[in-house]
C-alpha cells in the first residue's frame, strides 16, 4: 500500500510538470542564472526571473498554486537572516514578488557559497527553493550590452549589469527594461511567453524635467502596467525622477519609442519599486524611492495630463499630483498582496523586515 502511495505521489510530481512542460515549453533541469536582477510572476505559478549579467530571462514552474491571497498576511523580521539560514550562510536580498494566485511571497537572493537562490516565504516560515531539476525556460535578449567597463572617469559603468532593470507580465508577453547595445542605449523588451518566438525591441527616449532635455541614455529603474484608453501601458520611474508612460504596443511597433513625461518628481532621487491599486472607486501608483519616501501618485486623468516639455528647476515637482505615506519609513521594496493589503520590506539597521500593510 505504501509502495502505491509513493508511486501515485511521484506520478502526480511527474504529471504536474510534465504539464507545464507540455503547456509552457518548460524542461526540467537546473537553470544557469549568473545574477540575481527583478521577479515577477506570470500564470499558473511560473515565476519569471531577470539574470542581468547573463542577459536572459528565465521562467521556472514554482509549483505555488495553493493558497488564498485574500486572508493571506506577513510579519517576518530580519528576512535576510532567514532567507540566509534556510541556505546555511549570510544573503543579499535583491526583490520579492507575490504570487498573485496563493499570496505567498518569493525572494530572490545572492547567498554566501550558493550564488542566486530562490525562497518562499509562506505562514511565517522561510522554505529554500531547489533549481535542482526544475521545470524552467531561458530566453536570452539579443540587444544585451557586452560584458565590459565602458566611459571614463566617474560615469566608468558595465552596461550589463543593468541589461535587465525591471520586468512584468502583460497579456501573454514579459516586458523587460533595462539597457541595450547601440547609441540609445535605453530600451524595452518584450518577449511572448512561452519562449517560442523572436522577442521585440525598442530604444526609449523621454523628456527629462529635472536635465530640461530630451534623453534615451537612461535605463527605466521601475515600472508597472496600467490600462488607459483601454489600452494597456506602462508607468515608468526613472532616477531623478521623471514619471513617463508610453503604449506596450509601441514595442512592437516601433524601433524608437518617444514617451511622455507625465510627471517630475524632484532629482537627486532613485525609484525603487512600485505598484498599482485601487481604492475608493480610483487608482493610485506607490513608488519607492531613495530620497523622498514613498509617494502616493495620482492617476486621475492621467490620460490626458499634458506632456512636460520645459525645465523643472530646484528640485520642484510637476504634473502628476503625489503626496508622501510618511507612516511608511525605509521601504525599500514592495508588492501587492491582495485588493486591500500590500507587502513591503523595510530596512532596520542591517536586517530587511518584511510587513503586511493596508493600502493607504
Known amino acids: 500500500m505504501r509502495r502505491f502511495l509513493f508511486s501515485l505521489s511521484l506520478c502526480l510530481i511527474v504529471c504536474v510538470q510534465a504539464s507545464a512542460a507540455d503547456i509552457y515549453g518548460l524542461t526540467a533541469g537546473k537553470p544557469d542564472i549568473k545574477s540575481a536582477g527583478p521577479l515577477a510572476f506570470g500564470p499558473d505559478g511560473v515565476l519569471f526571473i531577470g539574470d542581468p549579467m547573463g542577459a536572459a530571462v528565465f521562467a521556472v514552474q514554482t509549483g505555488d498554486k495553493k493558497g488564498d491571497a485574500s486572508k493571506a498576511m506577513h510579519e517576518l523580521d530580519a528576512l535576510n537572516l532567514a532567507v540566509g539560514e534556510a541556505f546555511g550562510g549570510k544573503a543579499l536580498i535583491k526583490d520579492i514578488a507575490v504570487n498573485p494566485e496563493t499570496g505567498n511571497v518569493f525572494v530572490l537572493a545572492i547567498a554566501s557559497g550558493k550564488g542566486t537562490v530562490l525562497a518562499k516565504v509562506s505562514g511565517g516560515s522561510v522554505e529554500a527553493v531547489s533549481f535542482d531539476n526544475i521545470p524552467f525556460a531561458k530566453k536570452t535578449l539579443i540587444n544585451a550590452p557586452d560584458d565590459k567597463v565602458v566611459g571614463q572617469g566617474r560615469r566608468k559603468r558595465n552596461l550589463r549589469s543593468s541589461s535587465i532593470t525591471d520586468l512584468a507580465w502583460v497579456d501573454g508577453e514579459v516586458i523587460v527594461s533595462g539597457f541595450r547595445k547601440g547609441k540609445a542605449p535605453s530600451g524595452v523588451t518584450s518577449m511572448v511567453f512561452p519562449f517560442n518566438k523572436a522577442?521585440?525591441?525598442?530604444?526609449l527616449e523621454i523628456y527629462h524635467g529635472a536635465h530640461g532635455k530630451s534623453e534615451n541614455t537612461s535605463a527605466i529603474q521601475t515600472f508597472v502596467p496600467f490600462i488607459i484608453n483601454g489600452e494597456p501601458n506602462l508607468l515608468a520611474g526613472f532616477v531623478?525622477?521623471?514619471?513617463?508612460?508610453?503604449?506596450?504596443?509601441?514595442?512592437e511597433s516601433s524601433d524608437n519609442i518617444q514617451a511622455t513625461t507625465i510627471a517630475e518628481l524632484g532629482n537627486r532621487n532613485r525609484p525603487l519599486d512600485m505598484i498599482v491599486y485601487e481604492k475608493g472607486g480610483k487608482k493610485f501608483l506607490l513608488l519607492s524611492n531613495s530620497a523622498?519616501?514613498?509617494?502616493?501618485?495620482?492617476?486621475?486623468d492621467i490620460e490626458g495630463q499634458e506632456a512636460i516639455i520645459q525645465r523643472v528647476s530646484g528640485g520642484e515637482s510637476a504634473g502628476q499630483p503625489y503626496e508622501t505615506i510618511k507612516s511608511w519609513e525605509g521601504v525599500v521594496q514592495l508588492d501587492k498582496l491582495n485588493e486591500t493589503h500590500a507587502v513591503i520590506l523595510v530596512k532596520n539597521g542591517d536586517q530587511l523586515d518584511l510587513k503586511t500593510v493596508k493600502l493607504p
Open 292 to 300: 523622498r519616501g514613498i509617494m502616493k501618485i495620482s492617476t486621475e
Open 240 to 251: 531623478c525622477t521623471p514619471l513617463v508612460r508610453f503604449p506596450v504596443s509601441a514595442v
Open 199 to 203: 522577442d521585440r525591441g525598442a530604444s
